[in-house]
């Protein structure tokens, strides 16, 4: 069992910075915890990657923050490409995928690894892995950076989780909310108020 890659469960609420108040409730995830465990979570990847032709792909965009913290920390030589993928509501359940950005390196025989910022529905990572088993990598692997399993609505789960969350509307450190507040550099829950517009 590779402890590094046991997801560490979120309970409890920490001190929100001044400068953020009027915006962000509570505090789920603090910067410090956010990098011991981003730090934790690249030590697993390298130890499994080492010696394979390794191919991080990111989707855009909630993954910039948690990518560049993850990748700095990567002791292994790999390559790096992004997809752009958009989900949207049609009506309340049905959601289609729409790909805004496509690959632009051959994973034919890669070891591949899709790192997304939170598993939620599952929709999302579901439609990735569909398309990306079609480029016949030799291996595709998942590493999501939160975890909201209440939500789930398709068989997935992710081989890399940073955190496990309660069912709760998060933003910061890459996640949005309208496409606002992921320059937070912690994950934290906005006052509801802020979602009446
Ligand atoms: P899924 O397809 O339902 O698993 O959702 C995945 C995508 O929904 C993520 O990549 C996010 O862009 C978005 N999402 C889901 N939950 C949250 C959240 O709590 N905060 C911000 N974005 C979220
Ligand atoms: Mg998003």
Redesign the pocket.
């Known amino acids: 069992m590779n402890l590094l890659a046991q997801p560490r469960h979120v309970t409890e609420a920490n001190a929100v910075p001044a400068r953020w108040r009027a915006d962000v409730r509570a505090v789920l995830i603090t910067e410090a915890q956010l990098k011991v465990r981003v730090n934790e979570l690249a030590r697993a990847v390298t130890r499994d990657y080492v010696g394979k032709d390794l191919i991080v792909v990111a ?1 855009l ?2 993954t910039v923050l948690f990518l560049a913290d993850l990748l700095r920390h990567l002791a292994i030589p790999l390559r790096l490409d992004f997809m752009g ?3 949207y509501r049609e009506g309340s359940t049905a ?1 289609d ?1 729409v790909f805004t950005k496509e690959l632009r390196l051959e994973l034919d025989g890669r070891d591949v690894l899709v790192v ?12 990735v892995l569909a398309k990306l088993r079609q480029l016949e990598p030799r291996s595709v692997k998942t590493c999501v950076l ?1 975890d ?1 399993p209440a ?4 068989p ?1 789960t992710a081989d890399y989780i940073g955190f496990v ?1 309660p069912d ?4 910061g450190y890459g ?3 309208a496409e606002r507040y992921r320059n937070l550099p912690f994950v934290g829950v906005l006052r509801p108020e802020l979602y009446q517009t």
């Open positions: 989707l965009t909630g993928v958009s989900s959601r995928l997304d910022d939170i598993l939620d529905t599952g929709r999302t990572l579901r439609g939160l909201k939500r789930r609505l398709e997935v969350i709760l509307f998060v933003v996640l949005d909310y």
